[in-house]
């Protein structure tokens, strides 16, 4: 359901879908969004939106002193939307978090989405994360992301163009059939270090 018309919503345990303020900061970086609450202290699990980003995302490790915690994208609110951007950073109840994961199905069998940025902190690309988005044109792997689920692209049928810059995945961190049944023309960009491993190790991907 679209849920950003009022104010977003946290789960926290003890405490049932307080109401969270969304808004962004002046002067924010580039590719990051805020989101605040009054007298809430993120834990491991909680959930939360973000309308500005129109996402959804769960805590999974809080701020430890200067270093920031980490969340995984869940999920969007509004899914009859286009285009879907991940930040790097999230700004919740004042303290700062990285976004390093897309979870299982967060995006599964959303038609609607053409357009894909990811953000640059992504270590992992859930199982079918993003399986049978069939609008989806092209996508770009950022460098950090050292594993990619199965089926994690499976059946994106107008996925035409894949730029895989990492340089962190193995055999093992490439899920069965991350792009199988893809565009069948598409164009597939490998580091230029790790083109002629990558090519082999893809196959089992699809490609």
Not at 62 to 67: E, L, Q
């Amino acid at each position: 359901p679209d849920s950003s018309a009022g104010p977003s919503k946290i789960a926290t345990p003890g405490s049932i879908n307080s109401p969270v303020v969304t808004s962004a900061p002046q002067g924010a970086p580039a590719n990051q969004t805020t989101a605040t609450s009054i007298a809430v202290t993120p834990k491991e699990g909680d959930t939360f939106e973000e309308g500005t980003c129109n996402l959804k995302f769960k805590v999974i490790s809080v701020p430890v002193n200067d270093d920031p915690g980490t969340v995984s994208c869940i999920g969007m609110i509004n899914t009859n939307v286009k285009s879907l951007e991940i930040p790097d950073e999230i700004t919740f109840a004042g303290k700062q978090f990285k976004v390093t994961r897309i979870g299982n199905a967060a995006f599964f069998k959303n038609t609607n989405i053409s357009k894909v940025i990811l953000g640059s902190y992504l270590t992992k690309i859930g199982n079918r994360s993003f399986c049978c988005c069939r609008n989806i044109s092209g996508i770009v792997i950022p460098g950090n992301v050292r594993f990619i689920g199965k089926q994690a692209f499976a059946n994106c049928s107008r996925l035409k163009r894949v730029v895989i810059k990492t340089r962190l995945l193995k055999k093992r961190t490439i899920g069965k059939n991350a792009f199988k049944n893809i565009y069948k023309k598409a164009t597939v960009r490998y580091p230029k270090s790790k083109r002629r491993v990558y090519k082999r190790i893809f196959k089992k991907a699809g490609f």
